[in-house]
T-cell receptor, first 112, second 113 residues
Framework: GDSVTQMEGPVTLSEEAFLTINCTYT??????LFWYVQYPGEGLQLLLK?????DKGSNKGFEATYRKETTSFHLEKGSVQVSDSAVYFC???????????FGTGTSLTVIP | KAGVTQTPRYLIKTRGQQVTLSCSPI?????VSWYQQTPGQGLQFLFE???????NKGNFPGRFSGRQFSNSRSEMNVSTLELGDSALYLC????????????FGEGSWLTVV
């Protein structure tokens, strides 16, 4: 079935460190891929997305490239800030509907 | 343009009671989906409605139900609440059903005691 597997957390980094959160997927069709972020006590905010192979999504210094050959969509940021501390969710959606399949989430804490 | 609005934001219910949560989608959006978020199970899809019709349903017991009105507002209901129903319930709206342009609300925090 369709599913997303993402790196277990929690992840703790020092400010200005490089961030990578791994995400791989299994899909029966041609999914769109997403990264969502959730700050404490809040709902989900779209961070970035990619709708087809080799697309790169980017926002606020975060990037992820849709790799069909490795079925991956790893999230990266070159220099994290304390304000990036949150839980990050990788997700896929098939273009046949609006049902998301989410990964388990990765908690990131950035310390000064 | 107003976002997805969920009410109430926080509520506490007693085991065995029922609860109704409301979601007002972004104006013009006809698709509304619901998700349950718990620490143990993560984010799980409950159901999706489009133009008052349920299009898709997740793997939840029959105690979980929903509906959508002609103005696209949606409600979900959980009957005979159990402690394990304590969760953040998220609503998402979209103008289409092609998996793009989806916006989430802030969620309703349900605590069952």
């Amino acid at each position: 079935g369709d599913s997303v597997t993402q790196m277990e957390g929690p992840v703790t980094l020092s400010e200005e460190a490089f961030l990578t959160i791994n995400c791989t997927y299994t899909a029966t069709g041609y999914p769109s891929l997403f990264w969502y972020v959730q700050y404490p006590g809040e709902g989900l905010q779209l961070l970035l997305k990619a709708t087809k192979a080799d697309d790169k999504g980017s926002n606020k210094g975060f990037e992820a490239t849709y790799r069909k050959e490795t079925t991956s969509f790893h999230l990266e940021k070159g220099s994290v800030q304390v304000s990036d501390s949150a839980v990050y969710f990788c997700a896929l959606i098939l273009n046949t509907g609006n049902q998301f399949y989410f990964g388990t989430g990765t908690s990131l804490t950035v310390i000064p | 343009k107003a976002g997805v609005t969920q009410t109430p934001r926080y509520l506490i219910k007693t085991r065995g009671q029922q609860v109704t949560l409301s979601c007002s989608p972004i104006s013009g959006h006809r698709s509304v989906s619901w998700y349950q978020q718990t620490p143990g199970q993560g984010l799980q899809f409950l159901f999706e409605y489009f133009s008052e019709t349920q299009r898709n349903k997740g793997n939840f017991p029959g105690r979980f139900s929903g509906r959508q009105f002609s103005n696209s507002r949606s409600e979900m209901n959980v009957s005979t609440l159990e402690l394990g129903d304590s969760a953040l319930y998220l609503c998402a709206s979209s103008p289409r059903t092609d998996g793009n342009t989806i916006y989430f609300g802030e969620g309703s925090w349900l605590t069952v005691v």
